[in-house]
Every structure is written in structure tokens, then in C-alpha cells.
């Protein structure tokens, strides 16, 4: 496993144990980083405390991705407290439910608007924020975590797939721009892993026994998985690494039939 001991992230996107970047926080932790942890809003503080504190000399902070000064005030902070940063570790992501549960076509505007802010543009707004910081640690990682949804057509997910899409070509546009500063943009996509942003959706269950029986691996894959996958991504190791979209999903997206 990567040794970050020395270096500085930040994690958006807890809510709860269960959540993907919970997971890479804890990865990240273990390695020796010191971690800015941030909740969406006063209904996640408490969660995202109590696992904090299961961390080295943590930071938490809030952080509403679709706010400009909550953005902001974020990396304000960081600067203040940590000086640079060496890492990105973002896990944010939202459609409003009912554009999850009734078929594409009737998207409406306002559901995509807030679905490409807050689960695409919020990467480009992170990542502009970050630069500087980065800069003067002489580079840095950042990684965000996509679904197939972006490339394939997987019902009820709807916008979520258009706003993965974006999130993707923002990935490689921003590798682009930031690589000349030696700082790395990536994304896993993770197979899918039941969390809070699992719940409730309609058949979740029949897409994870799908994977099962057709992903090359045969199983479903773990948060830790992708927590494993995300330290290669931040450290070292995949130094020669940038704009790349890296599957941890049993393999799922190679099979054909
Ligand atoms: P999760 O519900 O634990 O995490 C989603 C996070 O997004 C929550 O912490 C929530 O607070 C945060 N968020 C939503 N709107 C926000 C806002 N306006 N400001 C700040 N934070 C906001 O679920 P998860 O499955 O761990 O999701 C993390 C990421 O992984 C998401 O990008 C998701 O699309 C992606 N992903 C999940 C799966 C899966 O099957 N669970 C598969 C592939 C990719
Ligand atoms: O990215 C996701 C889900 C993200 C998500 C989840 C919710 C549920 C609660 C975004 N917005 C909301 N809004 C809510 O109100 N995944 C990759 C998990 C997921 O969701 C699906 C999937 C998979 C996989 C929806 C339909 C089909 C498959």
C-alpha cells in the first residue's frame, strides 16, 4: 500500500460508514495522510464527526458542493490549517429522486441542472480551488468516482448517466490543464456497492445479482476495492497516470453477453 505519511487531502462525499469515500478516507488515513473530511450539511455533521475520530488529527469541515462560498471557505481553511495539498478525493454526488424513478425522456430542466452541478461541475470547481494549493506541494491527485451509467444504459439511472458523462470529459479535460503542474486527474468506476445513495432505488438488488452472474469475477465488488484502487491512484505508483477512468467492478464492463 502507498505511503502518503506527510501528505495533505481532502474527502467530500462521507454520509455514513457505508459510503465509498468513507472507505478511502480510512485507506488514506491508515497510510499516514492528515485529512480535511467534509459534510454536505448539519443532517451529516454528527456521522461524519464520530468517523472522523476514527482518523489521525483530522479536520471536518462543511461543505455544500453546489455553493461557490461554501467552496470557498473550504479550501480557505485547508490553506490555513494544512498549507498545501496533496490530494482530492471527491464522492459527491445527486439527481433529485424523482428523476431517478421515472424514465428519461421527462427529465426535466431543473433536475438536470442540479444533477450536472452537483455530480459534474462540482469537480471542476473543486479541482480549480485545489490548483493553487497543489502547486506549491510541486503536484497533486485528484479522483472521482463515475458508474458505466456514463456509457451504457442502465434504467432509472437517467440523468445520473448524463451528468457521469460530464464528470468524465471534465476529468480528461482538467488532466489537460493541471498536468503541465505535475497534478493527475482520474476516476474509478465503481461497480455497484450498496450505500445511502443505493437506497431506495427501485431493483437495486436485481443490478447487483446481474453483476454477480455476469461481471468475469463472479461476485460483486467492495468499498474497500475501490479505497485500494483510489490509494494507487493518489500515490505514487500510478505517477505516469492522468485522465484515466479505471474500472473496479469485477470486470463487468468488458463482457459483451
Ligand atoms: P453516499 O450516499 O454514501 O455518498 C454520496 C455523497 O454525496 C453523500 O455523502 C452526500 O452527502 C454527497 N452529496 C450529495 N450532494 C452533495 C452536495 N450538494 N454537497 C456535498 N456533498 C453532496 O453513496 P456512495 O455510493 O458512496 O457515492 C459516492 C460516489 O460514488 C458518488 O459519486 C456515486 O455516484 C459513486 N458511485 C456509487 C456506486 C454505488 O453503487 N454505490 C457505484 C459507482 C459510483
Ligand atoms: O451514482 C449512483 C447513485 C447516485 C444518486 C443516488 C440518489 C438516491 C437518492 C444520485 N442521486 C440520488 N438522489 C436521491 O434522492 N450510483 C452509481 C448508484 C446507482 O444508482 C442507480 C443505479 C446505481 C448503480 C439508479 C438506477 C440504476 C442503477
Redesign the pocket.
Known amino acids: 500500500m502507498s505511503d502518503l505519511s506527510g501528505q495533505f487531502g481532502v474527502v467530500?462525499?462521507?454520509?455514513?460508514r457505508?459510503?465509498?469515500?468513507?472507505a478511502i478516507a480510512q485507506a488514506a488515513s491508515q497510510a499516514g495522510a492528515r485529512l480535511a473530511l467534509?459534510?454536505?450539511?448539519d443532517r451529516?455533521r454528527e456521522n461524519v464527526e464520530e468517523l472522523a475520530a476514527l482518523t489521525r488529527d483530522p479536520l471536518v469541515l462543511p461543505?455544500?458542493?453546489?455553493?461557490d462560498q461554501?467552496l470557498d471557505e473550504l479550501f480557505e481553511t485547508i490553506d490555513r490549517e494544512f498549507g498545501g495539498l496533496d490530494f482530492v478525493v471527491?464522492?459527491?454526488?445527486?439527481a433529485p429522486k424523482a428523476e431517478l424513478a421515472d424514465r428519461f425522456v421527462r427529465t426535466s430542466r431543473d433536475g438536470f441542472r442540479i444533477a450536472l452541478d452537483?455530480?459534474a461541475y462540482?469537480l471542476v470547481a473543486m479541482a480549480r480551488r485545489a490548483h493553487p494549493l497543489m502547486v506549491r506541494r510541486g503536484g497533486g491527485s485528484i479522483v472521482?468516482?463515475?458508474?458505466?451509467g456514463s456509457q451504457r444504459v442502465f434504467p432509472n439511472y437517467n440523468v445520473?448517466g448524463v451528468a457521469?458523462a460530464a464528470?468524465e470529459a471534465s476529468v480528461r479535460y482538467l488532466a489537460h490543464d493541471l498536468g503541465p503542474d505535475n497534478i493527475r486527474v482520474n476516476a474509478?468506476?465503481?461497480?455497484?456497492?450498496?450505500?445511502?445513495?443505493?437506497t431506495g432505488i427501485a431493483g437495486?438488488g436485481d443490478i447487483l445479482g446481474i453483476y454477480r452472474d455476469r461481471a468475469p469475477l463472479r461476485r460483486n465488488i467492495a468499498?474497500e476495492e475501490?479505497a485500494a484502487a483510489a490509494m494507487f491512484l493518489i500515490g505514487a505508483e500510478s505517477r505516469g497516470v492522468t485522465g484515466e477512468i479505471l474500472f473496479v467492478d469485477a470486470g463487468f464492463h468488458t463482457a459483451g453477453i
Do not use: E
Not at 12 to 16: D, L, R
Not at 90 to 94: D, L, P, V
Open positions: 467530500v462525499g462521507i454520509a455514513n457505508r459510503s465509498i469515500a468513507w467534509t459534510y454536505q450539511d451529516l461543505c455544500d458542493v453546489a455553493h461554501a471527491h464522492g459527491a454526488a445527486f452537483v455530480s462540482s472521482t468516482l463515475t458508474y458505466l445520473m457521469k464528470l474509478i468506476s465503481a461497480g455497484p456497492i450498496r450505500t445511502l445513495a443505493a437495486f468499498a475501490v
